[in-house]
């Protein structure tokens, strides 16, 4: 096979008309109001709230800063109980507080923490579960939720593949104390980089934004120690510019998901996340299980890439197996979030991606 001029990635920016971006900009070159709060920061904070369906909204400069400052502005001490199966991000967030991660296994159906593997890991020193919703896919939000208000625990949720979703009509920020978002460059809904948290304490929006702005709460008052999250003009702009057409975007994705399930759904060894019912997707990723298929995912992703196609073993490893935590936990102390792990191959999915180019990594992965 010969490989393609142009390579295909696992994911491409959607980038709205440049003319409109540039006309959403030039007031900045009036104004000359870049960063700290400006006024594109906070309409583009309100139109994320009332889109997401959030109580209450604070933008950030990323997810990973974003997330950070919910775990502080919480003030949790001791153990958080997390997943092994996500991004990196996840898990650094808690040590970077001085907390311990404690791995619960996940669902073998759609990957997300196994709630009924929960409760045996709470100890004295547990304060917060934090789940993520992983490719989209909603976690047990009833019974993390019955569990963490018996132990008297914080919840908070990772929805940064989770931008836009909803179940039977409830918005992913609603679930737990706090939610965060992420709007990086490759997301359903970018700000180039950038992030949120959606939660529902109004009482929380001063520590929250003061931590975010180096404890600063006027100009002569520091109440805290914080850090530099603040999301600047720039992203702010990009972001209001991609929200109007981001049900568009779904809605190009869907068709893309349902290609990929047409060609590749109920063929012996390879698993898709199944649809659950009552759910508005956002169609973020399209993750891929090779068990017992006749080639090896690490075959099948060898192949792909002869041609100029990139998919990614995302997440792999799992965090419990990275070498900056390998002397403090075992990949096989989850066995599912590990065999999971060593299957699971992303392939490309985005909006503007061709169906012929779907068809042709389905052709090269059935073949």
Request: some cysteine; proline content about 5%.
């Amino acid at each position: 096979m010969e490989k393609r001029r142009e390579p295909v990635r696992v994911a491409r920016s959607s980038m709205p008309p440049f003319e409109e971006y540039a006309g959403m900009i030039r007031e900045l070159w009036d104004s000359r109001w870049l960063t700290n709060m400006g006024a594109l920061h906070h309409r583009l904070e309100g139109q994320l709230k009332e889109y997401l369906k959030a109580d209450q909204l604070s933008l950030f400069v990323n997810g990973h800063i974003a997330l950070e400052t919910a775990l502080k502005a919480l003030g949790l001490t001791g153990e958080v109980i997390t997943t092994p199966f996500t991004f990196a991000s996840t898990v650094h967030a808690i040590v970077q507080n001085g907390l311990t991660p404690v791995f619960c296994d996940i669902r073998p159906d759609n990957y997300t923490l196994d709630g009924d593997k929960l409760e045996p890991l709470i100890t004295d020193k547990t304060s917060a579960i934090l789940p993520v919703h992983v490719y989209g896919n909603f976690c047990q939000i009833e019974k993390i939720q019955e569990i963490a208000e018996k132990h008297k625990l914080k919840v908070i949720y990772d929805a940064a593949h989770a931008f836009g979703e909803e179940r039977h009509g409830i918005g992913a920020a609603d679930f737990g104390d706090i939610s965060m978002f992420s709007f990086h460059a490759t997301k359903v809904f970018h700000t180039i980089e950038g992030g949120a948290l959606a939660y529902h304490d109004p009482e929380l929006e001063q520590q929250v934004n003061g931590l975010k702005n180096f404890g600063i709460m006027d100009e002569e008052t520091v109440a805290m120690v914080g850090g530099n999250g603040k999301m600047n003009e720039f992203q702010a702009a990009m972001g209001l510019c991609n929200l109007k057409y981001v049900e568009q975007e779904i809605k190009k994705r869907s068709r893309i998901d349902r290609r990929y399930r047409e060609r590749l759904d109920g063929i012996k060894g390879i698993t898709l996340c199944p649809e659950a019912p009552g759910v508005k997707r956002n169609y973020a990723y399209m993750p891929v299980v090779f068990d017992g298929y006749k080639k090896s995912r690490d075959q099948v992703a060898a192949q792909l890439e002869v041609v100029g196609i990139y998919p990614r073993k995302y997440f792999y490893p799992c965090v419990n197996a990275y070498a900056c935590y390998q002397d403090r936990y075992r990949p096989e102390d989850t066995p599912v979030a590990h065999r999971i792990s060593m299957g699971v191959l992303t392939l490309p999915m985005y909006a503007d991606l061709p169906l012929d180019i779907v068809d042709e990594i389905c052709d090269i992965v059935l073949s």
